[in-house]
């Protein structure tokens, strides 16, 4: 699998730039430090928001069309040193008008500043270049993690690494490293689920494809793996509420996809803005020097998330003011503060040094990781590459990776008798409030924070103009609201009165954040009114679902005929989902969570053995049909008996036995059965996505180590304890013995 992903990213090969060795950054970095003044370097610290330096009135508006505030740029650059800035003021811009704002920004960081020092621009492109008109945008992560395909997810970057570069912008907040553990939490769409293997392979590819192999080349960028750590997995499912996570639970399930990535090199972290066991992070040593720095190794620059070093103060009451919060974080071993929208870090942080409360040592640390991200970019050379270096930006090319992500991963969760794909001839009512709104197809993020701005998308095909150029006239179409009402749905059930299907498009409206909590984890009574009264005329409904999470079906499941599951599929969503319906697409994609029955069945799959009485899901994790069948044979484990240092070679056949080609993904799971932490029932430990055509069979290798079925004990110490496994593989069962204790 590693070669072909390597030949799918040589695709995406980096062009050489200016790299300078370590050594040589050092002597830079040095360099520098000895000549700034505590100013500029607690400058480099300080990242504000675009709006501070922008026309409008402070701290939210910005004057539309927006325009720099030259003053305000200079006050901040010059007088401040201020080190990065970031976003967008909930805005989306043209291509040209951010490398206006970049080239802008440039040319006083480095002409009009005592040291000429560039500026760090960040941004979120966390499902493509979402601020900025015409990029690709992508599925959200959830629906990545659904393709299962890492080779998919590092195209769908690398484009994003190169359209993030093409507008000027070297840095990016994403890959979103968080466990999904708590799927009714509103950021869950923005993880790529609830398994830790999963996460940690798509996360590493991510990370990969937008660092490329120098982030100083033109078409790359450095990342920021967030949240660390255990951000989605609050008690409540409240976003920014407190966690309960012993150590050895959270370096089980929540720690390795930050160790991958950060072995793979990642440039960035910001810090989860959150509480775990009463300790807000940015406020925690252990966690982000003691783990994070010296553990894990993590060299390169901590940024705090929006605002949070404040929070620390006014959300978690944990100091007494901003000034003690600024003291708790910046001991804590934060490096950066994103304000956003004051100088106030600043000036708090000048007045602890200056008292002695902080060293200008631990200054020295975090200035010399500013400056050492800003030469590894090359900005001191190229704080900006010309636009006509990217000939690719918004091509047909980057588009239709963006829709054979989006193809595979929409998931097929029911399809009764076959209903699916429609016939040619099909005459379908199509209605929901997600058919006609490409807004619901991309969710938060997009184009603004809150993802429900109508700008700019307009012209993108929702579900209902696809399925229209599928279908032509044989489309009718009943618009209904979030709510629906009873005329709504009265007008609704007598259109399908003239049609052979319906396809009803449910789910969620656009949030991102706290504006996503939800108490109840249903959907609204009106719209599941809608899917029974349209069932009960007897012709079969499909019911697509456009959500970022799995809200509860079982009121109405049972009623619909087949049920499609398209996540947050973006722009090129409405298209993928028609060619599935129509059959033009065999769906390949599963399901990177367990959908939940009830509200209060929210058992993961790797449950323990003790909760087997309450699990009862709508569908499994790692579900998903496709319209042709395959048939698992052959389950060889080559060795009965294990000891350390050995390797399993675990294999099986797969045979394609329907009519027409599609593609499965291989899952192998491995079960202890028993260890002295109650032992999950089965964790993920490898998976392969393979094309079979008719008839075709493919023998499929994993290769485990005893590593891989470690577990952390209660002393917080990695261990495989000896005694029985359990290997499952589609219906297949085998077993292994472990014959001794294997410490790491
Ligand atoms: C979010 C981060 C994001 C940051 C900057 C915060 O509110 O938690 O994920 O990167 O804002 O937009």
């Not at 769409?189 to 398994?195: K, L």
């Not at 699916?420 to 209605?431: C, D, G």
């Not at 399993?648 to 056949?653: A, H």
């Not at 002393?715 to 085998?734: I, P």
Request: net charge negative.
């Amino acid at each position: 699998m590693f070669n072909r992903l390597m030949l799918g990213l040589a695709l995406w090969l980096p062009t050489l730039a200016y790299a300078y060795t370590d050594v040589e950054i050092d002597r830079k970095v040095e360099n520098l430090l000895a000549q700034m003044s505590l100013t500029e370097k607690i400058g480099q610290m300080t990242q504000v928001t675009l709006n501070v330096v922008s026309v409008g009135t402070l701290p939210y508006d910005m004057k539309e069309p927006h325009e720099l505030d030259e003053a305000r740029l200079k006050n901040a650059l010059v007088n401040y040193g201020v080190g990065s800035i970031f976003n967008v003021g909930d805005h989306a811009f043209s291509r040209e008008h951010w490398r206006e704002i970049i080239e802008k920004i440039q040319q006083v960081a480095t002409t009009q500043t005592r040291l000429k020092i560039p500026v760090l621009y960040g941004i979120d492109a966390v499902h493509g270049t979402n601020y900025t008109y015409d990029s690709t945008l992508f599925p959200q992560q959830i629906g990545l993690a659904a393709t299962w395909n890492p080779e998919l997810v590092a195209k769908a970057a690398a484009i994003t690494a190169y359209e993030t570069r093409a507008i000027g912008v070297p840095w990016n907040f994403s890959p979103s490293l968080d466990v999904g553990r708590n799927r009714l939490h509103s950021r869950f769409y923005e993880t790529f689920g609830e398994d830790t293997f999963l996460v940690k392979t798509l996360g590493k590819a991510m990370l990969q494809a937008y660092q490329g192999n120098d982030v100083a080349d033109k078409n790359h960028i450095a990342a920021t793996l967030k949240h660390f750590i255990a951000y989605v997995m609050p008690l409540n499912g409240i976003d920014r509420s407190s966690a309960w996570i012993p150590e050895h639970y959270l370096r089980e399930y929540f720690l390795p996809p930050f160790i991958d990535a950060i072995g793979a090199g990642a440039k960035s972290v910001m810090l989860n803005l959150s509480e775990i066991n009463g300790i807000p992070v940015h406020a925690n040593p252990q966690l982000v020097t003691d783990l994070l720095q010296h553990e894990l190794n993590f060299k390169g620059l901590i940024v705090s998330d929006w605002e949070s070093i404040r929070e620390v103060f006014y959300h978690h009451h944990v100091a007494e003011n901003d000034k003690q919060a600024v003291k708790l974080a910046i001991l804590a071993g934060v490096d950066m503060s994103m304000v956003p929208y004051s100088f106030e870090f600043a000036d708090q942080l000048q007045q602890l040094v200056k008292a002695g409360e902080i060293s200008e040592q631990r200054i020295n640390t975090s200035v010399r990781k500013i400056l050492r991200l800003k030469f590894e970019l090359g900005l001191f050379e190229h704080p900006y590459y010309p636009v006509s270096d990217y000939p690719d930006f918004g091509s047909e090319k980057f588009r239709k990776v963006s829709q054979e992500a989006a193809s595979e991963s929409i998931t097929l969760l029911k399809n009764e008798k076959n209903l699916l794909p429609l016939p040619k001839s099909a005459k379908i009512l199509v209605t929901g409030f997600t058919a006609d709104w490409i807004q619901a197809l991309n969710g938060g993020w997009t184009y603004s924070w809150q993802g429900s701005k109508p700008l700019w998308v307009t012209h993108k095909p929702t579900i209902l103009d696809a399925m229209v150029q599928k279908f032509r006239d044989q489309v009718s179409y009943v618009e209904t609201a979030y709510e629906t009402t009873p005329l709504e749905i009265q007008a609704a059930v007598k259109a399908a009165e003239d049609a052979d299907y319906i396809v009803l498009c449910l789910g969620e409206k656009p949030y991102a954040e706290n504006f996503g909590n939800v108490l109840d984890f249903g959907l609204p009574e009106s719209q599941i009114s809608l899917a029974r009264e349209l069932a009960a005329t007897g012709k079969p409904v499909i019911l697509v679902l456009a959500e970022g999470r799995p809200r509860i079906l079982s009121p109405f499941a049972e009623q619909m005929q087949a049920i499609v599951m398209a996540y947050l599929p973006s722009n090129e969503g409405g298209l993928a989902i028609a060619d599935i319906l129509a059959g033009t697409v065999n769906p390949s994609g599963k399901l990177p969570f367990t959908y939940p029955f009830g509200q209060n069945s929210l058992t993961m799959y790797d449950h323990k053995h003790s909760e087997t009485y309450a699990v009862q899901v709508q569908y499994p994790f790692g579900f998903g049909l496709s319209y042709t069948e395959f048939a698992y044979s052959n389950l060889k484990i080559d060795r009965k008996q294990l000891t350390a240092g050995d390797t399993l070679n675990i294999s099986v056949d797969v045979t394609n036995t329907g009519k027409r080609a599609g593609k499965e993904v291989v899952q192998l799971y491995i079960g202890d059965v028993f260890a002295s932490l109650a032992p999950p029932v089965k964790r993920l430990r490898g998976f392969e996505k393979i094309e079979l055509k008719p008839q075709q069979t493919k023998t499929v290798h994993f290769k485990i180590a005893v590593e891989d079925i470690a577990f952390i004990n209660a002393q917080n110490k990695k261990v495989a304890e000896k005694g029985d496994f359990e290997v499952m593989l589609g219906d297949l069962k085998g077993r292994f013995v472990l014959t001794e204790d294997v410490h790491f």
